[in-house]
């Protein structure tokens, strides 16, 4: 089942990231290539658009204006503005191309030669377009002269234009413009080739910290549902003892009774634990500081076990060098310090020494508790934190533990922005040290 989330799940991933970089992508070359486009034939448009303006400024355009009349010769062709760059394609009524001049040379004008351009009616009034004639890319612009208005000399004389083409000459224009396509759709399949890979990368990251919970919630079922059992399986047995002999008095079944009553505060303290563990993973549960008084704190919280101490011959230390209020929630503070002593007291022997010490250490709390017992083996200690894991893996009922409890010291230093950390005890033993921020 995770392998498939799993897939399902990075393909969506995948398949969404893709799908916006592409667009995103796309998006961006399509606008820079549009730029681009405009930039490189503006001054081209600007110098068709001069000629223009100069054919109407005499009033030779066909625009239904009246003004006073100017033939356009040869000669005052020649009176255009120096920094012209347009050329010349004149038609006459029926749309064929006029001979143009020749030069004082005698060559064909290279400005006004012949391209085999038809001309087409539908371009008048429409902006400058680019065409590809020849092996050559022009730019041009239509007009349409005012009857006898252009004269073009065409070799046996003077013959009028009717429709003229104003061009520029944008090979170079448009080869550098499809080169500078090919690098566009090169550079846009190269980002999106490295935008797939990293699409895939980021699909397979966002998924391990879904997977890494899917696998704690597995193993958190998994492990309740194993702990759950044996208690009930104990509580089932002696019920069904219990009523295989209805004559029986509470005296003569008080051990069944007795161990039933354990196996119920068992499953109590797991149930418990489990819900507070269930609360780690949300906002439910806030820290709440107030300030503590850390002697009288200690001193009120650890006085049943300096007695539980004695009782088992065992000897329960309190150093504490903190001489200050410090702010901390008592309530969890508490509930770290019975946990760390439970286990300081439940796997230490006869006659060990249980210190807790409390100081100030770089602005912050510092709290241990290090015993003289039985010690943590090196393996044990990367794990000691996990939820439900014991070192003990026969789930010794002498012990009562569950694994919950380091897991919850753990949330509850986290949840105050601090640290535990667990190292050997000299000669022999375990130290867990708590730096919390103030």
């Known amino acids: ?10 393909i969506d991933n995948f398949s969404t990231l893709a799908l916006g970089l592409m667009v995103i992508f796309g998006f961006l070359a399509g606008v820079i290539f549009w730029v681009y486009t405009f930039t490189i034939y503006d001054s081209s ?83 400058p377009r680019t065409v590809h004639v020849n092996k050559t890319y022009l730019r041009i612009q239509a007009v349409k002269f005012k009857p006898n208005m252009v004269l073009v000399p065409d070799g046996q004389g003077l013959k009028s234009a009717t429709y003229g083409y104003v061009f520029v000459d944008v090979t170079d224009t448009v080869l550098n413009l499809k080169k500078f396509q090919d690098v566009m759709v090169w550079s846009f399949v190269s980002a999106f080739i490295f935008a797939l890979f990293f699409a895939f990368f980021i699909a397979r990251q966002s998924m391990k910290p879904i997977l890494k919970a899917w696998d704690q919630q597995q193993d958190f079922v998994n492990n309740a549902a194993h ?3 044996t208690p009930m399986s104990v509580i089932q047995g002696k019920l069904e003892t ?48 107030e300030k503590t008084d850390v002697g009288q704190f200690l001193q009120q919280i650890l006085s049943p076990y300096i007695e539980m101490g004695e009782i088992s011959d065992k000897k ?15 309530k969890r503070i508490h509930q770290l310090l019975v946990l760390l002593m439970d286990n300081a007291l439940k796997y230490s022997d006869e006659g060990a020494t249980v210190t807790v010490s409390a100081a100030i250490e770089k602005k912050r709390l510092t709290l241990s508790v290090a015993d003289t017992g039985r010690g943590i083996s090196a393996d044990a200690k990367k794990h000691i934190f996990d939820r439900f894991y014991r070192e003990d893996k026969t789930g010794n009922r002498e012990t009562g533990g569950t694994g ?5 010291a753990e949330w509850i230093v986290a949840a105050h922005n601090g640290k535990i ?3 050997d005890n000299q000669p022999k033993g375990t130290i867990f040290k708590v730096t919390l921020s103030l």
């Open 1 to 10: 089942m995770p392998r498939l989330i799993n897939r399902k799940q990075q």
């Open 45 to 127: 448009d600007k110098v068709i658009n001069q000629y223009v303006e100069y054919y109407q400024r005499n009033n030779w355009l066909d625009e239904g204006a009246s003004a006073k009349q100017k033939m356009l010769t040869a000669d005052s062709m020649r009176h255009m503005p120096e920094d012209f760059r347009g050329n010349f394609l004149y038609y006459d009524e029926k749309g064929k191309e006029i001979e143009n001049q020749t030069n004082n040379n005698g060559s064909k004008n290279v400005l006004t030669r012949r391209f085999g351009l038809q001309f087409d009616t539908s371009d008048l009034n429409l902006a």
């Open 227 to 229: 702990e759950l059992r």
């Open 242 to 289: 219990m009523l295989t002999k209805p004559d029986n008095t509470i005296r003569q079944q008080s051990e069944a009774i007795i161990l039933s009553l354990s196996e119920v505060r068992r499953l109590n303290s797991l149930t418990n634990n489990m819900l507070t563990l269930a609360k780690t993973g949300s906002n439910m549960t806030k820290i709440e500081k």
């Open 316 to 330: 329960v230390v309190i150093h504490n060098a903190v001489r200050q209020e410090v702010d901390i929630d008592q």
């Open 404 to 408: 919950l409890g380091l897991s919850i």
């Open 421 to 423: 950390t667990v190292s």
